[in-house]
């Protein structure tokens, strides 16, 4: 017999999912819009798979009395109701890991393309106002030898800091725990966040989305950072308020913002922060490397077999 599956996706997966969910004896029923479907027999329902990021409720879990999983293709499970998965003693599968290095690449990535205007200068480059060298122009922020304060030094945290090293660059951090490794291996010192915001040229938001980090950075918190500062979100959304930040960018307040993540994702096309030029804006790009997507589906689909079968689910957040 087929496992029966409710896939939430508002698109077609990534093919290795795909083959992957085929090769294990799957069939999918899908939640495109963000309501669970209608027309589904929930009684049916062996497992969910996420793959996007819709909210998975624990009424839509108690719907399901067969239900054995809820597996998640990524490592961020703000979107499940991981209290209501526990209260159910049903467990939840992610993908811790394999995604760190891609993560911190793409939050470098961000940081060094709003430190160096590198989206601006792209599009000047192949504009017609790009007529002679100008030494004057679309000046950035040094990077070398700045300091970097990481909000959030968790496992993905850890690896941005782990790349600053090679920016000679001090490293300031403000996590729930002290990170002893990082203190002793890279140096890294631990503050209170005001004192983060105060002394960091370059402050990455790597933190999960909790009811704590919610609404993190606000006017209050921007207000304290340095007048030439970048904020960096690779987090999600919500951990920053982004009205305060459009404002902030609009007052000029900051050398520049870049995130990966927005609330809603996407924003409203008509978004007053898609305007912003100094603003660098992903489509939430943070694991997309074919290396860390493969690892993230076979990672996600053996979350999901174990439960099926009544496993030890091997990376279990709930
Ligand atoms: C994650 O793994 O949480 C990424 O943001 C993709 O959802």
């Not at 495109?32 to 027999?41: F, H, I, L, N, S």
């Not at 002793?184 to 960091?200: C, K, P, T, V």
């Amino acid at each position: 017999m087929p496992w029966r599956i409710l896939m939430q996706s508002d698109v077609e997966p990534y093919e290795t999912v795909m083959r992957l969910l085929e090769e294990a004896g799957c069939e999918l029923d899908w939640w495109r819009e963000p309501e669970p479907p209608p027309g589904v027999d929930y009684g049916a329902l062996e497992g969910i798979y996420v793959y996007s990021h819709m909210w998975v409720s624990r009424e839509l879990m108690a719907r399901c009395p067969r239900l054995k999983i809820v597996s998640n293709f990524g490592v961020g499970c703000d979107h499940i109701d991981l209290e209501g998965a526990r209260s159910l003693g049903l467990p939840v599968g992610n993908t811790p890991g394999v995604l760190d290095a891609a993560t911190a690449d793409l939050t470098w990535t961000l940081l060094l393309a709003a430190a160096r205007n590198a989206i601006r200068g792209d599009h000047f480059a192949r504009g017609p106002e790009f007529t002679h060298y100008d030494a004057a122009i679309l000046l950035g922020q040094q990077v070398t030898g700045a300091a970097l304060g990481i909000v959030g030094l968790g496992r993905i945290g850890y690896q941005v800091a782990r790349r600053a090293a090679g920016f000679d660059m001090e490293i300031l951090y403000h996590n729930r725990n002290r990170n002893e490794r990082a203190e002793g291996e890279l140096g890294a010192r631990y503050l209170s966040l005001d004192e983060l915001l105060e002394q960091s040229d370059f402050v990455t938001l790597n933190c999960p989305l909790t009811e704590q980090t919610r609404g993190l950075i606000g006017s209050r918190e921007i207000a304290r950072m340095k007048p030439a500062a970048v904020l960096v979100n690779a987090a999600r959304g919500p951990v920053w308020d982004q009205e305060a930040v459009l404002e902030a960018l609009r007052a000029g307040r900051l050398h520049a913002a870049a995130t990966d993540v927005t609330d809603p994702e996407p924003l409203p096309r008509d978004h007053p922060l898609l305007e912003q030029e100094n603003l660098v804006i992903f489509p939430h790009l943070g694991s997309a490397t074919r290396q860390t997507r493969d690892a993230m589906s076979t990672m996600s689909v053996d979350n999901l077999v174990a439960g099926l079968e009544g496993r030890e689910v091997p990376y279990r957040i709930a």
